[in-house]
Antibody, heavy 119, light 112 residues
Framework: EVQLVESGGGLVKPGGSLRLSCAASGFTFSTYTMYWVRQAPGKGLEWVSSIGSDPKYIYYADSVKGRFTISRDNAKDSLYLQMNSLRDEDTAVYYC????????????WGQGALVTVSS | DVVMTQSPLSLPVTLGQPASISCRSGQSLVYSDGNTYLSWFQQRPGQSPRRLIYKVSNRDSGVPDRFSGSGSGTDFTLEISRVEAEDVGVYYCMQGTHWPPTFGQGTKLEIK
């Protein structure tokens, strides 16, 4: 059974840092492109970042470029999102998602990790 | 970015009755390979999104056949033939044809 489990969320002050993790199981993690998608409280969904099975393929939304860093450790079947210089507007539930078949065909999502940026 | 516009944003439905959600994109979602990368997601209260439909009309495994997707080009529709209580939640369309992927605003389905 495919499972994606996020961790690392919490409360952080503006300008602070946080690192999210997504533990994958039930599939060959190293062969899949993985994503982070976020949802601000009461709002819609926003793509944040992606990393290919070949980690040289990395992309970011303009809203987080230069502040967030996506990475993966295939030996640990894990996806990460290092978030620096956090702003109030980064407050959201962050989901990791798996792509099957290209073109953002996200077939499995984690349960999400809540990040709250507040002083 | 491609703007995805859903309507209605709120959809009160009587149990057992049909429901329909429209999604329009700011430009054609037909990719050069001939496929149209339009997906529909359901988000029940307190849960993460779950994909229902991909490439316009393909139902995911385990999705009841009362859900169907249709459309082409820039106009797409999600239909529920007979709404059940478990269908309550927010429905999002999403395009994956153009970078970056973008979502509609969401349609909140509730029971009358």
């Amino acid at each position: 059974e495919v499972q994606l489990v996020e961790s690392g969320g919490g409360l952080v002050k503006p300008g602070g840092s946080l690192r999210l993790s997504c533990a994958a199981s039930g599939f060959t993690f190293s062969t899949y492109t993985m994503y982070w998608v976020r949802q601000a409280p009461g709002k819609g969904l926003e793509w944040v970042s992606s990393i290919g099975s070949d980690p040289k393929y990395i992309y970011y939304a303009d809203s987080v470029k230069g502040r967030f860093t996506i990475s993966r450790d295939n030996a640990k079947d894990s996806l990460y999102l290092q978030m620096n210089s956090l702003r109030d507007e980064d407050t959201a539930v962050y989901y990791c998602a798996r792509e099957q078949g290209g073109h953002y065909l996200w077939d499995y999502w984690g349960q999400g990790a809540l990040v709250t940026v507040s002083s | 970015d491609v703007v995805m516009t859903q309507s209605p944003l709120s959809l009160p439905v009587t149990l057992g009755q049909p429901a329909s959600i429209s999604c329009r994109s700011g430009q054609s979602l037909v990719y050069s390979d001939g496929n149209t990368y339009l997906s529909w997601f359901q988000q029940r209260p307190g849960q993460s999104p779950r994909r229902l439909i991909y490439k316009v009309s393909n139902r995911d495994s385990g999705v009841p056949d009362r859900f169907s997707g249709s459309g082409s080009g820039t106009d797409f529709t999600l239909e529920i033939s007979r709404v059940e209580a478990e269908d309550v939640g927010v429905y999002y369309c999403m395009q994956g044809t153009h970078w970056p992927p973008t979502f509609g605003q969401g349609t909140k389905l509730e029971i009358k």
